[in-house]
């Protein structure tokens, strides 16, 4: 029997590449890689054209769908982006902003309210610190990828068609941002913006040995119309991501990395992290995938809270320990 073929819309990772250029295979699967970036339109184009048989996706996004009995789409848990959001808070250095408790009352920019960064940005302040989304006034700089009803309280306004995130903070109009990249100024060398926690790689390691939560952005999906006629394909997927991740970082120990560092990177990422520094499957990743569930709920983005297992194909819940 011919092999299915499959289009995978993707970013063009490091831990997903041995998957893409064909080093590693799966059986009765023709995998045809759609590297695109910025992700967000991977997410747009799915969303609303179910342009590839299974994609990147953002967590949040797939959690407001499902709660809005959109099931179109079934998970696996392979998660190609994630990232500690402590290091992407920025803040004006004219604000008074020297701990999170005094972001309350202040104006924040965001790209959009229902990503994921902001999903786990939100739930930090709020279970760390006690700032609740309520308690800031947040400036959006892009409608949302997906519709969402503004939970109660929150004041979200939208920046001018003519102004930037960028230009706002620098012209004192913004107090803070929590973004995905490091803002215009700071990249200058500004004094002007600074991070909100300077000791940023410190706190990210001990919020960690806290609560055991390595922030998720992005999961696969795949078209439920396809797993139903072949559910086998959501175990084997996830798999072949699982292999050409390991390869990857078999690349890392060998120090095979533009990056100078790496190996001591490595090192200690493994020391806080445990050997696996990028876990995939469920049962590997409950406090935070957990951690998700809870916070679209309580920010009022889906109206129940889900349990973990409701988001991922059945067939693959047992995978990886």
Not at 82 to 104: C, G, M
Not at 144 to 150: L, Y
Not at 212 to 222: G, L, R
Not at 296 to 307: D, I, N, P, V, W
Request: proline share 5%.
């Amino acid at each position: 029997m011919a092999n299915r073929t499959m289009t995978i819309g993707l970013r063009d990772y490091d831990h997903t590449r041995a998957l893409a250029d064909g080093r590693v295979k799966i059986d009765g699967l023709d995998l045809k890689f759609v590297n695109i970036s910025p992700p967000s339109q991977i997410f747009l184009r799915m969303l609303h054209d179910e342009e590839f048989d299974a994609s990147e996706m953002s967590l949040s996004n797939y959690m407001i769908a499902l709660g809005a009995d959109d099931r179109r789409f079934v998970a696996i848990p392979v998660f190609p982006s994630r990232v500690f959001r402590h290091s992407y808070i920025w803040t004006n250095s004219r604000a008074s902003i020297e701990k999170p408790q005094d972001l309350r009352g202040k104006k924040v920019g965001i790209a959009d309210y229902s990503m994921t960064a902001l999903l786990f940005v939100r739930g930090l302040l709020q279970h760390e610190y006690g700032v609740s989304p309520q308690d800031i006034h947040w400036f959006r700089r892009r409608s949302e990828h997906i519709s969402i009803e503004i939970p109660a309280g929150i004041r979200i306004d939208s920046i001018g068609k003519d102004e930037s995130l960028d230009g706002l903070i620098e012209e004192g109009k913004l107090d803070a941002l929590a973004v995905t990249q490091p803002p215009r100024a700071f990249l200058q060398g500004s004094p002007l913006l600074k991070r909100l926690f300077p000791d940023c790689r410190t706190v990210e390691t001990e919020y960690y040995r806290k609560t055991k939560i390595f922030p998720i952005m992005h999961m696969v999906v795949i078209r439920r119309a396809i797993y139903e006629q072949e559910p086998s394909i959501a175990a084997r997927l996830t798999e072949g991501f699982e292999a050409a991740k390991h390869l990857a970082f078999e690349a890392y120990e060998e120090g095979l990395s533009s990056l100078p560092w790496t190996n001591l990177d490595l090192e200690y990422a493994r020391a806080a992290l445990g050997n696996d520094v990028w876990p995939y499957g469920v049962r590997k990743n409950l406090p935070t995938l957990e951690a998700a569930a809870l916070y679209s709920y309580e920010q009022g983005l889906t109206k129940r809270q889900f349990a973990v297992d409701e988001l991922f194909a059945k067939e693959t819940l047992g995978l990886f320990g």
